[in-house]
Nanobody, 128 residues
Framework: QVQLVESGGGSVQAGGSLRLSCAGS????????MGWFRQAPGKEREGVAV????????YYADSVKGRFTISQDKDKTTLYLQMNSLEPEDTAMYFC?????????????????????WGQGTQVTVSS
């Protein structure tokens, strides 16, 4: 059974930074892709960033481009999301996910329903 455990959430002021981590029960490169998603109260879960470990390709939501960076550690055990210049609109529960659509289905990459495995989430709160 695949387990994904997120950590690193917290409360910061606008303009601050946080780094989220996701530790899996399998190496990151045993999945075709891994990603970060977020869900604010009353809103649908939305894709933030996705990484394809094999080739290193990354995809980002327009709202976080230039501010967030998805990466994996060199030992292929942990997925990260470095979040800089945080805004109050980034406040949400952040989830790690694994095994999503192949990269040639560009329109599906950031869709939550395309991913098979999920963590329990870590809360990020950004105050103005």
């Amino acid at each position: 059974q695949v387990q994904l455990v997120e950590s690193g959430g917290g409360s910061v002021q606008a303009g601050g930074s946080l780094r989220l981590s996701c530790a899996g029960s399998r190496p990151t490169n045993s999945f075709n892709c891994m990603g970060w998603f977020r869900q604010a109260p009353g809103k649908e879960r939305e894709g933030v960033a996705v990484l394809y470990p094999g080739g290193g390709a990354t995809y980002y939501a327009d709202s976080v481009k230039g501010r967030f960076t998805i990466s994996q550690d060199k030992d292929k055990t942990t997925l990260y999301l470095q979040m800089n210049s945080l805004e109050p609109e980034d406040t949400a529960m952040y989830f790690c996910a694994a095994d999503g659509p192949p990269p040639y289905y560009r329109e599906y990459i950031l869709q939550a329903r395309r991913f098979q495995y999920w963590g329990q989430g870590t809360q990020v709160t950004v105050s103005s």
